[in-house]
């Protein structure tokens, strides 16, 4: 069963304005913690934005905040004031489990979505 | 700061031939990871390390060996590549705790011909 959902595989965006990215996730562990990556056009990986189970509050660095539905189980990513830099792969990402088991410490990716910004 | 390394950047193999993927890292993570990214999948894990002397199966594991050499090292091996082998693949780290995000390596582009 797929444990992180991207459902939009190509976003649009114009440049200066806010975008949202969407990814939900399924997991029965009261403990986990979820990741944004950006992979630009090079191909390294980028660590953007955590959020863990716990946190009360969302999660935000610089213009990238990420909206956390803990009931809904979705963890999306928004961008502000789009920049032309901004176009590339995203990737959602869930580390469950807890100090001490043997999952602990594993990473699942969503299938990514390519977000475009135009001028 | 080297942080996670990759070698080699790129490969070409031919079906049925053999290759190690090297990865190494100088954080001192406990955690290592081999991931393959293909078009459309997202990266999927092949195997994992959560320490020294352990690894275990992730979603894609067959076809690939790995080998945690020590706290540093974690190899990937394909005995006899197949064509759907072909793929861009990544090695990361992470250090203990719910809330470290993964180091990755540069990735090795391999194609199976």
């Known amino acids: 069963a797929q444990k992180i959902t991207q459902t939009q595989p190509g976003m649009f965006v114009q440049e200066k304005e806010a975008v949202t990215l969407d990814c939900t996730y399924d997991t029965s562990d009261p403990s986990y913690g979820l990741f944004w990556y950006k992979q630009p056009s090079s191909g390294e990986m980028i660590f953007l934005i955590y959020q863990g189970s716990y946190d009360q509050q969302n999660a935000t660095e610089g213009r990238y905040s990420l909206n956390f539905q803990k009931a809904r189980k979705s963890a999306n990513l928004v961008i502000s004031a789009s920049q032309l830099g901004d176009s590339a792969m995203y990737f959602c990402a869930m580390r469950e489990g807890r100090a001490g088991g043997t999952s602990y410490g594993k990473l699942t990716f969503g299938q990514g979505t390519i977000l475009t910004v135009h001028p | ?113």
Request: proline share 4%; aromatic share 10%; with cysteine.
């Open chain 2, 1 to 113: 700061n080297a942080g996670v390394t990759q070698t080699p950047k790129f490969q070409v193999l031919k079906t049925g031939q053999s290759m190690t993927l090297q990865c190494a890292q100088d954080m001192n993570h406990n955690s290592m990871y081999w991931y393959r990214q293909d078009p459309g999948m997202g990266l999927r894990l092949i195997y994992y390390s959560a320490s020294e002397g352990t690894t275990d199966k992730g979603e894609v594991p067959n076809g690939y060996n790995v080998s945690r050499l020590n706290k540093r090292e974690f190899s990937l091996r394909l005995e006899s590549a197949a064509p759907s082998q072909t793929s861009v693949y990544f090695c990361a780290s992470t250090a203990p705790g719910r809330n470290t995000e993964a180091f990755f390596g540069q990735g090795t582009r391999l194609t199976v011909v």
